[in-house]
């Protein structure tokens, strides 16, 4: 098969890492196209090929680099906002789309896949790696199996930290026109997870969310009253715990630092910045197709970081709790390691709790990239019994829930969900979610 990626951000070099060496043998990697040419030759100088080397384009020659190269599948990792641009483009030249989370950013770049997608009838790609974290698909696997009934209800908790939560304050996805908030940049992995983990979507939407932690006040009690406009240039950086040091880290100072000549591009701009335009504490009540409810809170500013999460059931309770982070100092995270960082306890009626020896991995993102990019990229992998491969159908019912609730937030109300699509001129195929009840075995 035949890759090409537009976007040489960060993000990209998982994809070009499995296209040209993970999965060499089975794929080749056709072109890069970026809109910063540093970024563009960095990425470049790191593939190995033959003659002149890979093929690189500017962001404005992408429809050239399509034309010449021919790739199979377009692989999207660029700014969220941009998504829908990459994606239709690359449809309606004849190319499959391979694209980051989230599919897209709000109903009318949506509507604009969707209608790309009816008329070429090429497919669409979402990389959702959370599916593949193996304690998530475990908590799938135990749901399958029916020992908790039928779900009734979902209270999810998602906690950053305030090294991780503060990074989205400093960079592009800060404005909510660019990356849709958090409730949809972040938070579209977490409403994929309840959507795959209940085999069903949303019809109603309630939120509320609002910035209480990243703001001038914030900085005024912590004596940062004098700070300037970036982490680089700061008179307060060295008594900052948020600060970024871009000169640092190799691989920011490369990618960023030295790049932002070329478009201007700042990486570390103050998270306490007055014109930040997305919420920092977030909540969320949905109810599904299928009648359960969802309880959702995301906060960006927490002492540690990781999920809890807990189904009801008919028949009894599923608890699930990760600690990523165990707590920051100074702006460093200490990361959690080893199973007593996850818990998962089953509480069936009439028994006593048990706990659950927690399916563990290697790799990042808890062993769910090396898993996920095998699916993706190797043709030998067996089927998936899961349904962990991500549509632009489940792209879509994922970011929907984020975009409702963004409109709930706006408008002081309930959205409903069918009524907000129709506003929209949308018609989104409902999902043959995989619910299929299955024999398993559950760990005493």
């Not at 033959?50 to 999207?76: C, H, L, S, W």
């Not at 239709?88 to 009318?108: F, S, Y």
């Not at 984020?402 to 009524?419: C, F, L, Q, T, W």
């Not at 018609?427 to 979610?433: D, G, S, T, Y």
Request: hydrophobic share 35%.
């Amino acid at each position: 098969m035949k890759y090409a990626i537009v976007g040489t951000g960060s993000r990209h070099k998982m994809f070009r890492r499995a296209v040209t060496e993970t999965y060499g043998d089975e794929n080749t990697l056709v072109g890069l196209c970026d809109v910063n040419e540093k970024r563009l030759a960095l990425s470049a100088s790191h593939v190995s090929v033959g003659g002149n080397g890979i093929a690189t384009y500017r962001a404005e020659q992408f429809q050239e680099m399509v034309r010449e190269q021919k790739p199979d599948t377009v692989i999207v990792t660029v700014p969220d906002y941009l998504h829908h641009e990459y994606i239709v483009e690359a449809m309606r030249a004849g190319c499959n789309v391979m694209t980051e989370k989230p599919m897209t950013i709000d109903l009318e770049k949506l509507k604009a896949i969707l209608d790309a997608q009816a008329e070429t009838g090429r497919s669409v790609t979402v990389t959702f790696n959370y599916r593949y974290t193996p304690a998530r698909t475990q908590i799938k696997d135990i749901l399958m199996s029916g020992v908790i009934g039928d779900v009734t209800a979902v209270d999810f908790c998602w906690y950053l930290d305030r090294v991780h939560g503060a990074d989205y304050f400093r960079r592009w996805h800060r404005y909510k026109n660019q990356s849709g908030g958090l409730l949809v940049h972040k938070s579209t992995h977490h409403f994929d997870l309840v959507n795959w983990w209940l085999g069903s979507s949303p019809t109603s939407v309630t939120a509320h969310g609002r910035r209480a932690f990243y703001t001038p006040q914030t900085a005024e009690s912590l004596d940062l009253a004098s700070r300037g406009p970036r982490c680089h240039v700061c008179p307060s950086a060295g008594r900052c715990d948020f600060r970024l040091n871009l000169e640092a880290d190799r691989a920011l100072r490369e990618l960023y630092l030295e790049a932002e000549d070329v478009d201007g591009y700042m990486r570390d701009l103050c998270v306490f910045d007055d014109d930040i335009t997305i919420e920092d504490t977030m909540q969320v009540h949905a109810l599904y197709a299928n009648g359960a409810s969802l309880n959702y809170t995301l906060c960006a500013y927490s002492p540690w970081e990781g999920l809890e999460i807990k189904f009801h059931g008919t028949k009894g309770e599923l608890s699930h709790r990760h600690v990523e982070v165990h707590g920051v100092f100074g702006g460093k995270q200490n990361k959690s390691r080893g199973s007593k960082s996850m818990t998962t306890v089953l509480h069936v009626a009439g028994q006593a709790p048990q706990n659950i020896e927690v399916w563990a991995g290697e790799g990042d993102h808890g062993g769910a990239d090396p898993v996920m990019l095998a699916h993706l990229f190797d043709p030998k992998v067996a089927p998936d019994r899961y349904g962990r491969g991500s549509t632009y159908i489940d792209g879509a019912w994922s970011i929907l829930t984020g975009i409702a609730a963004n409109a709930s937030i706006d408008r002081g109300e309930m959205i409903h969900v069918d009524r907000f699509l129709a506003e929209h001129g949308i018609r989104l195929p409902q999902k043959k979610w995989q619910t299929g009840r299955k024999a398993t075995v559950v760990p005493a």
